[in-house]
């Protein structure tokens, strides 16, 4: 479970995720049966839900409804998050029903003032005094134009922060467009860029997708947000989670690939060699680093 931020170091070849999500799945915190089938997905986190999935006159008895959320979701092996309300006066109590319940990160929505971030985690810290479990992990959730233009700073706020994601639906229509427009494709990057520079892992999908039954459309989308850098991504619907963990989980012949490839280069470079052919295919430092993040995330080194 992610406790405080794993930093990522200076160097390239040293780089790992502070998180290994590939899927997160958001359920409302106070519908005990979507509860109790997140808990049976296989997911890798799950996101208990307080801001969008609960109508203002619920947000209360959802919040209230968060510790037995988490309990039920700790028969998994999935992490468990809630995102939180914006509007501070609901955010501080659901923060201290995070806090009061052990979740494991909390995601932070409108996220568009490293203020927010620092004072979120000051909050945290305050709350956690008597807490026996680790440190609650933050994720900024950049859903604004000015979140994207902060990007670099919000990320950076707080060493609670262990990810960062881009909230696509909010983002376009803050910035009048499309959310499939190349725009939004450009603010994605963005902050999967501020994420990555800053030692934290990105998540989150480059477009969206309005129905979870398009199967097609949701890989597809998954597999471009991955080319384009994201780690993982959240969805709504627990039939679009084996999409997300296909996608963004190597295959058995990816994982012997760079086996292979970090092997070869490792022993070319013992004889003073900083480059070999293998398969008929040149190999340089670049890819020996891509095979070896490959396999740093996933356990193997």
């Known amino acids: 479970m992610p406790s405080g931020l794993r930093h990522g170091r200076a160097s390239m070849p040293e780089y790992r995720d502070p998180v290994q999500w590939r899927s997160l799945l958001y359920v409302p915190a106070n519908r005990d049966r979507f509860v109790r089938s997140a808990a049976s997905s296989a997911a890798d986190a799950v996101i208990l839900d ?154 989150g999908l480059a477009g969206l997708i309005v129905s979870y039954q398009d199967h097609e459309a949701f890989r597809s989308l998954a597999a471009r947000s991955k080319a384009m850098g994201s780690r993982g991504a959240s969805c709504i619907h627990p039939s679009q989670v084996s999409a997300l963990n296909e996608v963004f989980g190597p295959s058995t012949e990816d994982l012997e690939q760079a086996r292979r490839l970090v092997a070869g280069y490792e022993d070319a470079a013992r004889d003073g060699r900083g480059s070999i052919m293998l398969d008929g295919t040149f190999i340089d430092n670049a890819n020996y680093q891509h095979a070896r993040h490959l396999l740093i995330r996933h356990g193997e080194q």
């Open 50 to 203: 307080l801001e969008d999935a609960i109508p203002e006159s619920h947000k209360t008895t959802a919040r209230e409804a968060l510790s037995e959320a988490v309990t039920t979701l700790r028969g998994s092996t999935a992490s468990v998050l809630v995102r939180v309300n914006r509007p501070w006066g609901l955010m501080i109590r659901d923060l201290e029903a995070a806090v009061e319940a052990g979740v494991d990160a909390v995601v932070v929505p409108k996220s568009d003032d490293p203020a927010v971030i620092r004072t979120v985690d000051e909050a945290l810290t305050e709350m956690e005094s008597d807490a026996l479990h680790e440190p609650i992990s933050l994720i900024p959730l950049i859903e604004t134009v000015q979140g994207v233009r902060r990007a670099d700073a919000v990320v950076a706020a707080s060493d609670r922060v262990i990810a960062a994601s881009t909230g696509i639906g909010d983002l376009s229509l803050d910035l009048g467009a499309s959310p499939n427009s190349p725009a939004i494709e450009q603010a994605f990057v963005e902050v999967v860029q501020a994420a990555r520079a800053c030692g934290r892992t990105p998540l």
